[in-house]
Structures are given as C-alpha cells and as structure tokens.
C-alpha cells in the first residue's frame, strides 16, 4: 500500500454523488436508488456524504447498459452483479491454488530425487559396496592422511565401527 496521500486507485471514493451522476450519465436520484438496492455501494465522507469510485462510475454504466440495453430488470442485474463478484473470487482462488500446486509438485520431485539417490546408497551397499569414511572417529583423521593412532592403540580396519558412514 503507498503511503502518498495523493495516489488515487480505481476503489478510491472521491467523487461526490453530482459528479458520478454526470460521469455516469443517470441522475443523482437513481445512484441513490441504486445505493438502497445494493447495485452500487459508494463509499461515505465524514459527513456521512456518498463518496464514489471510478469502478463505482463503471458499475453504474454497467447496469445502466443492462437496463437500457438487455432489458433486464433491477433484480436480474443484481444477480448478475453478485455472480461477478463470486465467479472474480474463484478466479483469484484457483490462481493461488495453481501457484500452491506448482509450488508443491516442485518439492515433490525434489524430495523424490533425494529419495532416489538414497535408496541407490542402501542397494550398494546391500551389494558389497563400502561406503569411504568421512573422517576416522577414533584419529580424526580423514582417509589418505598419515595420522598414526593415539599410543598403544591399533587403527582399526576400514569398514568396522569406528568409521563414519552416510
């Protein structure tokens, strides 16, 4: 959200009700009309003064054009009205939805190339393969370093317990 108290959106109300009747082209008595219905729900000054949009202009227009246009009375128009607002919901619903679900298909395949490597590892090892220590325990010593082990203990062979393994 800007804080720029100059920005104006399209759902920002700042026309009074003469000038959205002029944008509109229909009277200021039939925005009221409109209001009390529920076509139309501008927004309210301090004063408790109908304040209206630019998509409240365009809405207007829009059941002006039903009515004159399709003949479709005020009733019909409401119903249609309110299945825009519903079906305009869904759509921003299944948008998420899709983004989830990509999201979701991305990890799956990654947590299934992980799952895969791993259970290569378990099959050879199950085979006969040794898997390279990381670091002798007992030395700290990394394989292929000369690190001879503390005195009086031997250095155990590879592949037995003190040799670290995924």
Known sequence: MSTNPYEVSDDTPVYVISVAAELSGLHPQTLRAYDRLGLVSPGRSAGRGRRYSLRDVVLLREVQRLSQEEGINLSG???????????????RLLAEMTTEIAQLRAELESTRAVAARLAGLVRNRAAGAQLVPVRNVRTGSRPGTSASPPAGEQQAAPGTADTAHL
Not at 77 to 85: F, H, T
């Open 77 to 91: 128009i409401k119903q249609i009205l309110e299945l825009g607002v519903e079906l305009e919901r869904a759509r």
